[in-house]
């Protein structure tokens, strides 16, 4: 079995809802940390926004669980 790409600063990932956000989000890699990595978040559902801006469009996530993804194009 192949082992996943390493995550990298500019990677764009999508993640799984937590906290207060009601929805799945995805956004751009900023930080790496051991076991996670910090997420601007520039696509969200649209019920979330005032949670998103709350969170000033950051999200700490695990690495276990963020997935890369393309971005969306408007």
């Given amino acids: 079995m192949a082992e996943p ?3 990298q600063i500019g990677d764009h990932v999508s993640a799984p809802r937590f906290g207060y956000l009601k929805h799945d989000f ?3 890699i900023e930080k790496i940390y051991e076991n996670s ?3 601007f978040i ?3 559902h649209e019920e ?3 949670v998103v801006n709350e969170y000033n ?3 700490v996530v695990s690495k276990k669980v963020a997935k890369p993804s393309k ?3 408007a």
């Fill in 57 to 59: 469009k950051r999200a």
């Fill in 26 to 28: 995805a956004g751009t």
């Fill in 42 to 44: 520039d696509e969200h």
């Fill in 48 to 50: 979330d926004g005032i």
């Fill in 71 to 73: 971005k969306k194009t």
């Fill in 5 to 7: 790409k390493e995550l």
């Fill in 37 to 39: 990595v910090m997420v």
